[in-house]
């Protein structure tokens, strides 16, 4: 199988976007279905299994620390299998709770299919970067990446609609049916498409396309953590998701409470959201190849002059719907280019790449927990856009000490700086 060319990806060259590429972002918007889904089912669950609606709640709150474990733990016992073993592993695991999931005779089983299913999430996105940025030419590293999440963002604007509307005509089991069987289809897709040296330079091309060489070995892995450059790749990426989530978590509030939309309005307001987040996306891939740390400073500073706009204008329903579609743009801008910034400088590990999916969970933690504090404290329903401005701006300074310790480097741990 041939390594594609740098128009590959371009508009003209969309037709040949690698077969591979596009069973990954299957693979990502299943993932993200059976993340997202299940907030429109948890009456559904509740009732079905006679429990509270907090237990009810565990099943997502199990499912993003599952994502958090299973992210590190999962690549480093996988660390010696080539990758794209570990990926149809990952998604035979996927399948495997969504099944259990979909079955579920009572409430600790269902959580259980939800433990399992998240487990391989984390490794699925950092295993799956590498991988997607190894079918196409170097300088279109982070588009590809872009094009992998694609399917996790879609996912975003259709998984509590997607949900919701399943539940409600064939019962909350049938949408687990459903995302076991796009789980199904993504399996035989990465194992029919995504060649076998996928995620690791290809023997006809050597090292001189400039793309890392993925050290083998956990102890290998680990020491790529040695590199100054990826600990502020990583800290930037929780401050980043931390400010936007500290935001979106309570958005809600701020739309019935605030900006005096109806509650039955927030599904498409999220919606609006969503399509924020593939928009960004893609323009924030595009970007990176071309530039990549002045395409993550900006993104992460738009990003907090957005937030901090939402929280002063809050008020005003025509400018509610604008800033939270920009919120979706420049919330999700620096995802490719972050994933591609930390595995670049850990030197193609995938351990980094895991890790990277892992600190934006952690970011999310806090950056909800931050939110929640400020609406506890009395400071009102927009208190979360302004907290969320404030690690935003935080994450935009660690990147923008990243960018210039980079530069005056030219070359730090031996890879080229974009």
């Not at 693979?27 to 299994?49: D, H, K, M, R, W």
């Not at 794209?84 to 005779?105: E, R, T």
Request: aromatic residues 8%; proline residues 5%.
């Amino acid at each position: 199988m041939r390594r594609l060319t740098p128009d590959d990806l371009s508009p003209g060259g969309a037709r040949r976007t690698p077969g591979g590429l596009v069973a990954l972002a299957v693979g990502g918007f299943g993932i993200g279905l059976t993340e997202f889904l299940i907030a429109g089912l948890l009456p559904q669950v509740a009732s079905n299994f006679a429990v509270s609606e907090a237990a009810a709640g565990r099943l997502i709150s199990g499912y993003a620390l599952s994502v958090a474990v299973g992210a590190i733990a999962l690549t480093a016992a996988t660390a010696r299998l080539p990758r794209k073993q570990v990926l149809v592993g990952l998604v035979a695991l996927f399948v495997l709770g969504n099944l259990l999931s979909a079955v579920a005779p009572n409430y600790p089983v269902m959580l259980l299919g939800r433990i399992v299913a998240a487990l391989c999430h984390g490794s699925f996105f950092g295993i799956g970067s590498l991988v997607a940025r190894s079918l196409v030419a170097p300088e279109k590293k982070s588009q590809a990446v872009a094009v992998m999440f694609a399917g996790l963002t879609v996912a975003n604007v259709l998984g509590v609609p997607f949900g919701a509307l399943v539940g409600e005509r064939w019962g909350w089991r049938a949408a687990f049916w459903a995302v076991t069987a796009i789980g199904v289809l993504a399996l035989a897709g990465i194992a029919a498409l995504v060649p076998a040296w996928a995620g690791r330079t290809p023997p006809s091309t050597g090292t001189a396309d400039g793309e890392p060489v993925p050290p083998g070995g956990l102890r290998a892995q680990v020491r790529a953590f040695r590199s100054w450059q990826v600990w502020l790749t990583l800290t930037a990426t929780a401050l980043g998701y931390g400010g936007m989530f500290g935001a979106f978590s309570y958005i809600a509030y701020t739309f019935t409470e605030v900006s005096g939309f109806a509650p039955a309005d927030v599904a498409w307001l999220l919606m609006v959201y969503g399509v924020g987040l593939v928009v960004g996306n893609m323009v924030g891939g595009r970007a990176a190849d071309r530039d990549r740390d002045r395409a993550l400073v900006l993104a992460l500073f738009g990003l907090t002059v957005t937030l901090a706009l939402f929280g002063l204008l809050a008020g005003s329903a025509t400018a509610s719907v604008v800033l939270v579609f920009l919120m979706g743009v420049t919330g999700f801008a620096s995802v490719p280019g972050m994933i591609t910034r930390v595995t670049d400088y850990a030197h193609g590990a995938a351990l980094a790449a895991s890790a990277n999916v892992s600190a934006s969970n952690v970011g999310n933690a806090l950056g909800a927990w931050l939110g929640g504090l400020a609406i506890t404290a009395g400071l009102g329903y927009t208190s979360p856009l302004h907290v969320g401005a404030g690690i935003a701006l935080l994450a935009t300074i660690v990147m923008v000490i990243a960018a210039r310790q980079a530069r005056s480097s030219q070359v730090a741990d031996g890879v080229p700086t974009r």
